[in-house]
Structures are given as C-alpha cells and as structure tokens.
C-alpha cells in the first residue's frame, strides 16, 4: 500500500486533469524541460525545499494519529505569446475550482488552502513560456501504525 502522502498526490494529479483548458497534459514529476508543442499543460509536485511536516500530535491510549502538512506546487505552463495572462488566469480558476469540488481530494484531507500564486514568464525555452505557481498547503492525519491510510 502507498504511503497517504501519495495517495493524496494521486488525488490532487486526478482531480487537475481533464480540464478544459490542460486537457491530459498533467505530470507529477518535475518538468525540466517543456516542450512548446505540449502546452497548455500542469504538473503537480510536492514543494521543492519543503517536505511535508507533523504539524501535531493527538494519543489517546488506543493510537497516535499524527497531523502532517503537505506543501504541494501545481504549476501551469503556457507559451507566452499573445494573451497569455488570460490563459494562466483562466487555467487557475480551473485548477482551484476541481480542487475544492474533488470529493476524491476531500476524502483524504482536513483542511486544504491555497497559500499563494507566482506569475513568471521564461526566454528560456525554444519560445518563451509563462507559469502560474500555485502553492498549495494540505493537512491530513494517520495513525502512526498506519501511514498508508489517511484517517
């Protein structure tokens, strides 16, 4: 069985794709390299330079169930050409709105939040793409005899 903080990746990457404007074009890797002709497109990744936390701790004599924070970063890449911004925005709204009505989501997790979004536009690619970060924090328990199954 996979640990919950998968699961919960899993969630997130199946509730961010097939939107109308990303379609199937979302990963839960690191994209290094973004191939123009793939875009409009998402990735989903646990923050770099963050890991997920224990935020509490809650024991009774029975268990003890740990309170953890996953910082997760979906990022939306679009050529930067034309109207751009509007396309980021309007992908945002896609990705905020599947994540709050995703019961799959909502099942694993007590509390979500959208902590920030970075708009950033890069030369460096074959054309110049734009991204939309979107920093998201999610908070979940386990038992700690159980880190496979969110509780």
Not at 95 to 106: D, F, M, P, R
Request: glycine share 6%; aromatic share 4%.
């Amino acid at each position: 069985m996979p640990h919950a903080r998968e699961t919960l990746r899993k969630a997130i990457v199946t509730a961010v794709t097939g939107l109308t404007t990303t379609g199937a074009r979302v990963t839960s890797r690191q994209l290094h390299a973004v191939r123009v002709d793939a875009l409009p497109a998402l990735a989903v990744n646990v923050a770099t330079g963050e890991g997920e936390t224990v935020s509490g701790v809650i024991a009774d004599e029975f268990s003890t169930t740990h309170v953890r924070r996953l910082p997760v970063e979906v990022v939306a890449f679009v050529a930067s050409l034309g109207a751009y911004e509007d396309t980021l925005d309007t992908i945002c709204l896609e990705v905020e709105t599947a994540l709050w009505a995703s019961a799959g989501v909502a099942a694993l997790i007590l509390d979500m939040r959208l902590v920030s979004t970075t708009i950033e536009v890069s030369g460096e690619a074959e054309r110049p793409v734009a991204t939309a970060k979107m920093a998201w924090e999610f908070s979940f328990a386990v038992n700690e005899s159980a880190p496979t199954a969110s509780i």
